[in-house]
Structures are given as structure tokens and as C-alpha cells.
Nanobody
Framework: QVQLVESGGGLAQAGGSLRLSCAAS????????MGWFRQAPGLERVFVAG????????DYADSVKGRFSISRDNAKNTVYLQMDSLKPEDTAVYYC?????????????????WGQGTQVTVSS
């Protein structure tokens, strides 16, 4: 069992930055593929970024490429999402997720564990 706790959300102005963190419990963190998803009101949860077990391979949604960066520190059981050049359309609840599979999944049902989410609001 893996428990995930996100932090770092809040209010930012357009063009600003935020850094999300996701702390994982358990000794299996380094064996999990990790992802960040987001869900805006009335919309489905969508993939934002993902990283493989070692952090050497990453993938991003087209909407955040060049602005967001995912990284992980397996010694600290933590995955990060650095968000720069924020836009109002980035406003959503951001979720951290862990998968037992090897591939960086793009769909929520490919992930086995979820955090409770953290709100990110970007004002124009």
C-alpha cells in the first residue's frame, strides 16, 4: 500500500510559478511510476506529467510542455512538479498518482494509488 500526500498548491498570478510536492509512504516508492494529473471543475481528470522509476524518463501533456517539469527524489520518497509561466487555464485540483506498472500511463485507470489533491488557482 502506498499513501500519497500532496502539498505546495495555492494562488499564483499568471506568469508566476508554483512547486508541488508529493510525499509517499512505504518502501516501494522507487519501484513506482509516478504521475501528476489535474481536474478542473466540470471536467475529467487529465494527465499532466509522469516519470519512470528512476526519474530518467519523463512525459508531459502538450499543454504544459516547456513550462512544467517533473522530478523525483527516491531517497526522500518524493516527487515534484515545478510549474512555471502559469496560465489561468492551469487552474485545477492537482493529484499525485503512483503506478506499479513500468510505462508512464496517460490515463487515470493506469494508476493504482492517489493523493487527496491540492488546489492550484492562477489569476489573470
Amino acid at each position: 500500500q502506498v499513501q500519497l500526500v500532496e502539498s505546495g498548491g495555492g494562488l499564483a498570478q499568471a506568469g508566476g510559478s508554483l512547486r508541488l510536492s508529493c510525499a509517499a509512504s512505504g518502501r516501494t516508492f522507487s519501484t513506482n511510476t509516478m504521475g501528476w494529473f489535474r481536474q478542473a471543475p466540470g471536467l475529467e481528470r487529465v494527465f499532466v506529467a509522469g516519470t519512470d522509476r528512476s526519474g530518467s524518463r519523463t512525459d508531459y501533456a502538450d499543454s504544459v510542455k516547456g513550462r512544467f517539469s517533473i522530478s523525483r527524489d527516491n531517497a526522500k520518497n518524493t516527487v515534484y512538479l515545478q510549474m512555471d509561466s502559469l496560465k489561468p487555464e492551469d487552474t485545477a485540483v492537482y493529484y499525485c498518482a503512483a503506478a506499479r506498472g513500468l510505462r508512464i500511463g496517460l490515463w487515470p485507470d493506469e494508476y493504482d494509488y492517489w493523493g487527496q489533491g491540492t488546489q492550484v488557482t492562477v489569476s489573470s
